[in-house]
C-alpha cells in the first residue's frame, strides 16, 4: 500500500502571501490530521478531518485552514503569511481517526519557509 | 506544565548498549500511548502503541506503561546506529480530541 504523500515537499514564500499544501491519506484511510513542526514548539495539531468535515482543531489562529475532499485528499491554506509560520508541516492519515484510537501514519511532510 | 513531558536530549549511547526514553504525562485520561521514531528531514514513522500498563515487546523494543505513576518508557536492545533518530511519546487526549506529542529525544548512536 502507498504510504502518505504530501506536495510540495519544500516552498518559499514571502511574508503576507498565502500557500496551499496537500495530502494525499493512505488508500482506505478517511481522516487526514496537520500538524506544524518547529524546533522550538515540538508537533503541534493543526486540525482533523473526516469524511470531508473538520472534527477537531488545536489552537491556531484562523489563517490556518483547510478542508478534505470526497477522495479524502486534503489541503491546507495557510494566508498571510508571517516569518514565524516557517516550520515542518505534516500530514497524518488513519483509518478513523482521533475519535478512535487507531494510530497516525505520517507523509515525509513539506518544508515551508517564509522569507 | 506541558500536559506531556520529554526530555529533549541529546542523548549518545556506544553501539549495543540498552536505550531508555521516558515521558511523563499529567493527565490521568490519556489511555492510548504510543512512540515515534523521526530521521532527519522525514515524517515521523509509527514504532509502537499500547492501551493498557505493563510491557509490549516488538523485536528488539519494550513499550512500558505505569499508568500509577503517568510514565512512559521506551526501550532500545542491542542498539544499533541505524536507530539514531528523534524519539516522540504520543498520546490521544480523550476530552480535546487530539494527539498530543511529547517533544522528542534525540537519540545517537555511536559505532
Known amino acids: 500500500k502507498a504510504g502518505v504523500t504530501q506536495t510540495p515537499r519544500y516552498l518559499i514564500k514571502t511574508r503576507g502571501q498565502q500557500v496551499t499544501l496537500s495530502c494525499s491519506p493512505i488508500?482506505?484511510?478517511?481522516?487526514v490530521s496537520w500538524y506544524q513542526q518547529t524546533p522550538g514548539q515540538g508537533l503541534q495539531f493543526l486540525f482533523e478531518?473526516?469524511?470531508?468535515?473538520?472534527?477537531n482543531k488545536g489552537n491556531f489562529p484562523g489563517r490556518f485552514s483547510g478542508r478534505q475532499f470526497s477522495n479524502s485528499r486534503s489541503e491546507m491554506n495557510v494566508s498571510t503569511l508571517e516569518l514565524g509560520d516557517s516550520a515542518l508541516y505534516l500530514c497524518a492519515s488513519s483509518p478513523m481517526g482521533l475519535a478512535g484510537t487507531n494510530e497516525q501514519y505520517f507523509g515525509p511532510g513539506t518544508r515551508l519557509t517564509v522569507t | 506544565q506541558k500536559e506531556v513531558e520529554q526530555d529533549p536530549g541529546p542523548l549518545s549511547v556506544p553501539e549495543g548498549a540498552i536505550v531508555s526514553l521516558n515521558c511523563t504525562y499529567s493527565?490521568?485520561?490519556?489511555?492510548?500511548f504510543m512512540w515515534y521514531r523521526q530521521y532527519s528531514r522525514k515524517g515521523p514513522e509509527l514504532l509502537m502503541y499500547?492501551?493498557?500498563?505493563g510491557n509490549k515487546e516488538d523485536g528488539r523494543f519494550t513499550a512500558q506503561v505505569d499508568k500509577s505513576s503517568k510514565y512512559i518508557s521506551l526501550f532500545i536492545r542491542d542498539s544499533q546506529p541505524s536507530d539514531s533518530a528523534t524519539y516522540l511519546c504520543a498520546m490521544p487526549s480523550s476530552s480535546a480530541s487530539k494527539i498530543i506529542f511529547g517533544s522528542g529525544t534525540r537519540l545517537s548512536i555511536r559505532p
Open positions: 488508500s482506505g484511510h478517511r481522516s
Open positions: 493527565n490521568s485520561a490519556f489511555q492510548y
Open positions: 499500547t492501551y493498557s500498563s
Open positions: 478531518y473526516f469524511s470531508e468535515t473538520q472534527r
